[in-house]
């Protein structure tokens, strides 16, 4: 009304027809804007760069495309173009863009970060392997490598039936080992601590657990929950909201590990107390416009319990119905409720029902709580050394408050009381409750699995251990603790592949380590193999005894 030849305002415009999916009304405004200035490349970067703002990129890069034929040297079109080829996994074309745009303005902060994350990536291993293209570090890829693209495997085989779709391959994985690196590459700035993996579709980024605190991520989950959006992206065809896609890969985290998913946080009740119970209008804002970084991650929370109980409620083909409606263009909210066969209001009501029980647990923040007094009387019966009394309290009040995760939580508190005591039977016990509720328990499973070794439970012992290993990878007692278990249980492959991974990080043990493997594969039976391995060894180390004494043992056997 004010202007109706605003260059900008029209741009806008346009992009708004184009979430609204009518292309005829964008090419008309388009014809508009050019009429008013045909050198207006804006009339393709407005929309693009709102089309990639909802994960739309290969539509982004279209429009971006089409800008710089308008004016080549829109440098912000060209930069625009270069973020959309990176999320879309094509990297060595997004190099040329970035560097012409650098050309132009040496001062342009996104563009410089970019190169210098290109740099970095430059200097990664690659490996090619099925749907998936792995890239990272040369550190990584010799101590994670096999284990990311196993997980992967295993993912991509369960959730492509469950969804019903097959991949665009290839699906690009990059690992991190500096998190700035890993923000720079995702969203083109440093920083932003809360992020661990971001997904576009077909290319998912995330920190290797190198670039976090030790034991404050597990890279299995990341990764878990990056490859289902890398699914559910795909089947919608990058047009579903952000709270949706939240919600199912939280959903979905339980599927791969009853420890993983979203907890209760305790911060969460001041959110409900302010706002209510969300409703499933509500649930999009909590990721577009949230208040504090609490209203964030309770979109998390509230996003999967939603998931959760529409499944529940309404069954998985409703859920997958959605999707597909989704990807067809349809609205999200009026196809979850069509699919529903209810009206909203009834929806609404049955989620409200829902989220009330699943946070029942806010009644025991009360300075007087039933969960408080039943603690305080675990620790009185444990300082009055009545283990029986103290464990009957903290189970107790684990059962009313299992999401309380703080480092006084009722599992811990129960390990505590037992790790004091002799009665070791009670102590395994303990520490296997906390380590099946507590997805980056680390050191409990280390101790753990050292005690189900002892035990000879080699098989209990390599479960755990799979579970240190997606915390702290590269933790030297935790990987032989591995190989004993899988030597044990005559599991030879793995113990190999943990010995070679010993091998390259263990500098003080290696020659022990490279003699252990050269054993281990004289007992699989591969002598040759364990010749070179023990030659190896005595070239660098030529006075070790037993290498020799193994060497000569091989010739002797096999001249």
Known sequence: ???????????????????????????????????????????????????????????????????????????????????????????AEARGELEAVFAADPYSVRAYNLLEAADAIDGFETVDRGIFRLQLPEYEKNLMGDDLLALLDEASELYEEKYKIDLKTPVVVQVFDDHDVFMVRSVGLPGSAGHLGICFGQLVTMDSPRARPLGSMNWRRVLWHEFVHVITLQKTNNRMPRWLSEGISVYEEYTGDDAWGQRLDANFESVVNENGYPTLEDLNRYFTTPGSATELMFGYFASGEFVKFYVDAYGHEALLRVLDRIGQGE???????????????????????????????????????????????????????????????????????????????????????????????????????????????????????????????????????????????FQVDMLKQRVLAAVQLEDFEQAQGDLKKLVYLDTPGRAEHQLSLARLLLKKGDSDAAKVEVLSLLETVPHFWDAQQLLLDLVEQNP
């Open 1 to 91: 009304t004010i202007n109706p030849n605003h260059l900008e305002a029209l741009g806008l415009k346009a992009a708004a027809f184009f979430l609204k999916d009518d292309s005829v009304r964008v090419a008309q405004l388009c014809e508009e804007i050019f009429v008013i200035n045909s050198l207006f490349s804006g009339a393709y970067r407005i929309p693009g760069r709102l089309a990639s703002r909802h994960y739309r990129f290969e539509e982004g890069r279209a429009f971006q495309a089409q800008a710089l034929e308008v004016d080549e040297h829109d440098h912000e079109a060209r930069l625009l173009l270069a973020f959309d080829l990176l999320r879309l996994g094509k990297d």
């Open 331 to 473: 609205n999200t909210t009026d196809v979850v409720v069509a699919e529903s066969q209810e009206t909203a209001s009834e929806l609404n009501l049955r989620f409200d029902a829902h989220m009330r029980v699943r946070c029942a647990s806010f009644d025991q923040l009360a300075e007087h709580s039933v969960f408080k007094m039943v603690l305080a009387d675990g620790d009185a019966a444990a300082n009055r050394g009545d283990l029986e009394a103290a464990e009957k309290s903290y189970v107790s009040a684990f059962e009313l408050y299992p999401d309380y995760v703080a480092e006084d939580a009722p599992l811990r508190r129960l390990v505590t009381l037992y790790a004091k005591s002799d009665n070791k039977a009670k102590y395994i016990e303990a520490l296997k409750r906390l380590v099946a509720w507590d997805a980056t328990a680390n050191d409990a499973c280390v101790t753990l699995a050292a005690l189900l070794i002892e035990m000879g439970d080699a098989k209990t012992a390599g479960d755990v251990l799979k579970r240190a290993f997606a915390v702290h990878p």
